[in-house]
């Protein structure tokens, strides 16, 4: 049974998965490729094989966009958290949302290569989960999380995961933290700030239409992280309106399309941070997803001592995915701006 164990020295909660042990080993020399002889539990015509249905998206022809629970959730969804003393630490039951979404009907289908209208719909369906999970009052956080060519993927078909956990997560907690404190100096939104700074300076955008920019961060960790924003105030995602997705869609779609032809489809990772669920004023917070691509960078120092050297300057980063063009080989903004 998992079990979350609190360090008390760094603040952060770590989730004990011993049904997961396998995996460690059996990944060690050289990792499986996924078993392609199996049919595949989220293709359409297998729904008996993942049978129950959280939320679904359908067009004329059957489901688009299909959420179910993760047959290996690392967070369940049954029980209370139950927090309690373990002699000095704090522990409490692995409860939580772990839903897998699969993105699209089609079993191998990029983010990059998605119609913005499918887009859309599959952000019509985090904005749906996002809701409907910050009403349970067991949970903390949502995000949605996004591995592309992952080799420890469990699954080959097209897919995501929407999480809501007990706690904080450490990352976004720090994050809080500094908007919070930001706007307590200053009364306005650290993620507004930034918006306008580099709307000004525009050395480090990387797309832009009349609601959203995706930009490179002045101080990106990784090479390549880019951040997706909406352009207007919001704390939380789950409030998006209609027509704001299919924009976001857009920006999204063009910003992964950007990412492959430069850096020639690298495995990456993308979330949402969708905003807190309570006990936050809305000024402080301003959702956005999160796009960091995995390059093999080293990662001893930053696991050592948390200090991140990042050998691409977001100015340069931005340079070159607008070099690369998007989808639509239009340069950034020539949309609607
Ligand atoms: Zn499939
Ligand atoms: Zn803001
Ligand atoms: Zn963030």
Not at 228 to 235: G, K, N, R, T, V
Request: with cysteine; charged share 25%.
């Amino acid at each position: 049974m998992s079990e979350l164990r609190r360090d008390p020295i760094l603040r952060r909660w770590v989730i004990m998965a011993p049904e997961r042990a396998a995996d460690v080993v059996a990944r060690r020399p050289d990792p499986p490729l996924p078993d392609r002889s199996t049919p595949c539990p989220f293709c359409p015509g297998n729904e008996t094989l993942n049978p129950e249905e959280i939320a679904v998206a359908c067009d004329g022809n059957g489901w688009v966009v299909r959420v179910t629970p993760d047959k290996r959730p690392l967070l369940r969804i049954e029980g209370d958290p139950d927090r309690r003393a373990a002699g000095m630490f704090d522990v409490m039951n692995a409860i939580g949302a772990h839903e897998l979404v699969a993105d699209t009907s089609e079993h191998e289908r990029s983010w990059a290569d998605f119609s913005p209208a499918h887009m859309a719909r599959l952000l019509a369906v985090y904005r749906e989960r996002t809701l409907d999970l910050r009403g349970d009052r067991r949970f903390r956080h949502v995000f949605v999380v996004k591995n592309h060519g992952a080799v420890w993927s469990n699954y080959v078909h097209a897919h995501s995961h929407v999480i809501a956990t007990p706690f904080t997560p450490k990352r976004l907690e720090e994050e809080l933290a500094g908007a919070r404190e930001y706007h307590r100096m200053r009364e306005r939104c650290v993620f507004c700030d930034q918006l306008a700074e580099e709307l000004r300076v525009g050395r480090r955008i990387v797309a832009r239409n009349g609601r959203f920019l995706a930009f490179a961060p002045f101080a990106s960790e990784y090479p390549y992280e880019t951040w997706i924003m909406p352009l207007e105030h919001a704390a939380e995602f789950g409030t998006v309106a209609d027509a704001a997705l299919e924009p976001l869609a857009e920006i999204m779609v063009e910003t992964l399309a950007r990412l492959r032809a430069a850096l020639g489809d690298p495995p990456y990772s993308v979330a949402l941070h969708a905003g807190p669920l309570a006990g936050d004023h809305p000024a402080e917070f301003h959702w956005h997803w999160e796009l960091v691509p995995h390059l093999g960078h080293q990662l001893g120092m930053e696991w050592a001592t948390g200090i991140y050297s990042n050998p691409v300057p977001p100015e340069d980063a931005a340079r070159q995915l607008l070099a690369a063009g998007g989808a639509s080989g239009r340069p950034a903004g020539a949309g609607a701006a």
